[in-house]
């Protein structure tokens, strides 16, 4: 099956840039789409088909996605912004979706 | 507003049965795809199923494939998910969310499964 890898801790200075990797197997072939999952919370979508950003989510968030890597960016990074991040693909040849391992990110 | 409410939460036993469902209202069910996600404790998201389509097609991740069915009642505008022959690893939160596409575009708040003898 289809695996997604991802950096298990990413710290980060206040107002400074996150970058979270999201490495499969030409992932640069499917639509890739990233989730926020604070604790006690359920997931809220971040990025949807790479780089489009859903309603309420803002700039500061950006994604890419190219060759066998995905990337999510959080630029001037807040407080808020601590939770762990999870990219995730619809696998066809599988007809299974696939989450990444998820990357817990830390505001220093 | 779409919104995605789960019930069925609960402690089951190892071999036992127990059945999740999902209450939504915001969106047509019928002509909507959804699916049920995890999260273990320590762990990290895993889908489960999804039911898809106006025909309903299911899919099912291989470790719950035989053992967990989806299903959905649109008259009732609820997606029910049946857990048999459970396991300690089927302990997990378990979330509703609304599939568009390749995605999952609204998540409810989750219901807590532990499966323990």
């Known amino acids: 099956s289809y695996i997604l890898t991802q950096p298990p801790s990413v710290s980060v200075a206040p107002g400074q840039t996150a970058t979270i990797t999201c490495g499969g197997n030409n992932v640069g072939r499917y639509s890739v789409h990233w989730y926020q999952m604070k604790a006690g919370q359920a997931p809220v979508p971040v990025i949807f088909h790479d780089r489009d950003r859903p309603s309420g989510i803002p700039e500061r968030f950006s994604g890419s996605n190219s060759g066998n890597t995905a990337t999510l960016t959080i630029s001037r990074v807040e407080a808020g912004d601590e939770a762990d991040y999870y990219c995730q693909v619809w696998d066809g040849d599988s007809d299974h979706y696939v989450f990444g391992t998820g990357t817990t990110i830390t505001v220093l | 507003e779409v919104q995605l409410l789960e019930s069925g939460g609960a402690l089951g036993r190892p071999g036992g049965s127990l059945r999740l469902s999902c209450e939504v209202s915001?969106?047509?069910?019928?002509?909507?795809?959804m699916s049920w996600v995890r999260q273990a404790p320590g762990k990290g998201l895993q889908w489960v199923a999804t039911?898809?389509?106006?025909?309903?097609?299911?899919y099912y991740a291989d470790s719950v494939k035989g053992r967990f069915t989806i299903s959905r009642e649109n008259a009732r505008n609820t997606v029910d998910l049946h857990m048999r022959s459970l396991r300690a690893e089927d302990t997990a939160v378990y979330y509703c969310?609304?599939?568009?596409?390749?995605?999952?575009?609204?998540w409810g708040q989750g219901a807590l499964v532990t499966v323990s003898s």
């Open positions: 915001g969106f047509t069910l019928s002509t909507s795809a």
């Open positions: 039911v898809a389509g106006p025909a309903g097609r299911t």
């Open positions: 969310a609304k599939s568009n596409g390749s995605n999952f575009d609204n």
